[in-house]
């Protein structure tokens, strides 16, 4: 199956070294569960790549969802542990996306992210050729899924509370994202999106990361531990 949903939440983010092991406690045992217990919250999913840096993804039940009062009110109301360990993260990308193409699914222990940014008057083909790439790599030995996210940040009225304690984020444009159960293969399949290739077909700033599965949870997860 595809990623779940019609819209994502896709972050990059360092954590200081003496955070880090707070930083899983506090991100497995209250933020996921707090997260995943908002309406229209369908899979959490964290990446580490061996280091501080880590790649956080939600998937939503639609785009709608990132403006919906539930989301809001708790963006704008961290607890106190929340209060604590944000201002230990670092170089924060943070992407409101819509999920413009995917294909195959799941969640694999290996996942390899791309960012860029099309070029204005390459938008329409860049999508349709990227789709056309993504379609058949999940049958490709040691893959599971190809998904292409574009950013599209709704408005709010302004920095939540959250965002006021982490300072100012950054954004990726587009996202390609590829999963596997070989690291390997998805590191060359990565390798094959090239930033030449990329810039071909009409991208730029072309940024490769690949990290592991570290925890993966739904709401379901939340009632059978209740």
């Not at 403006?67 to 929340?82: H, K």
């Not at 999963?179 to 399949?189: C, D, H, N, S, T």
Request: negative net charge; contains cysteine; charged residues 20%.
């Amino acid at each position: 199956m595809p990623l779940l949903g019609q819209a994502a939440v896709a972050m990059w983010w360092t954590i200081r070294p003496e955070k880090r092991a707070e930083f899983g406690d506090w991100h497995s045992h209250e933020h996921f569960p707090e997260r995943l217990s908002i309406p229209g919250f369908r899979r959490g999913s964290r990446w580490s790549s061996g280091n501080e840096d880590f790649f956080v993804m939600y998937e939503l039940d639609q785009y709608e969802t990132l403006t919906s009062d539930g989301y809001l009110n708790r963006l704008n109301a961290p607890t106190p542990w929340s209060q604590k360990m944000m201002p230990h993260h670092l170089n924060i990308v943070r992407s409101q996306c819509r999920i413009a193409a995917s294909f195959g699914g799941g969640i694999a222990n290996s996942l390899a992210t791309i960012r860029f940014t099309p070029r204005a008057e390459t938008e329409t083909d860049l999508r349709e050729t990227l789709a056309g790439w993504l379609r058949n790599l999940p049958s490709r030995p040691g893959l599971t899924g190809a998904h292409l996210l574009v950013t599209d940040t709704p408005n709010t009225g302004g920095p939540t509370t959250e965002q006021r304690i982490r300072g100012t984020d950054r954004t990726a444009d587009w996202i390609l994202l590829f999963l596997g159960y070989e690291p390997q293969i998805v590191a060359e399949v990565s390798a094959d999106f090239s930033a030449s290739k990329l810039a071909d077909a009409g991208a730029a700033d072309v940024i490769v990361d690949q990290f592991t599965l570290a925890l993966t949870m739904t709401p379901r997860d939340l009632i059978a531990s209740d």
